[in-house]
């Protein structure tokens, strides 16, 4: 999903897009046109374990690169064994 207004209204309807829109635009930050950045996945608890964020970061690491970026990186919040496994894999 893009970031503009028409796209958050797409997904989240005229009323949602507009309150959506200005307070993303206080969190948006300009990356390197080679990075591809993502702000972290969300797993339920019932999904973990299953190789469920194993094959997101590798359709992430393909849609990167067919984007051209050479680097990736994805910001984390949890701290958990599990999720802190995935990632420094």
Known sequence: MGRDLPDLQRA??????????????????DVAPDLSLRDGIC???????LG?????????KVEA?????RVLR?????AGP????LHER
């Open 43 to 49: 797993m339920s608890e019932e999904a973990r374990g």
């Open 12 to 29: 989240y309807g005229w009323v949602g897009g507009l309150w959506r829109r200005p307070l993303l635009s206080k969190i948006e930050r």
């Open 65 to 69: 690169a067919q984007r051209g970026k």
């Open 52 to 60: 469920l964020g194993s094959a997101l970061r590798e359709a992430i």
């Open 74 to 78: 994805l910001d984390v919040i949890d």
């Open 82 to 85: 599990r999720a802190r496994a």
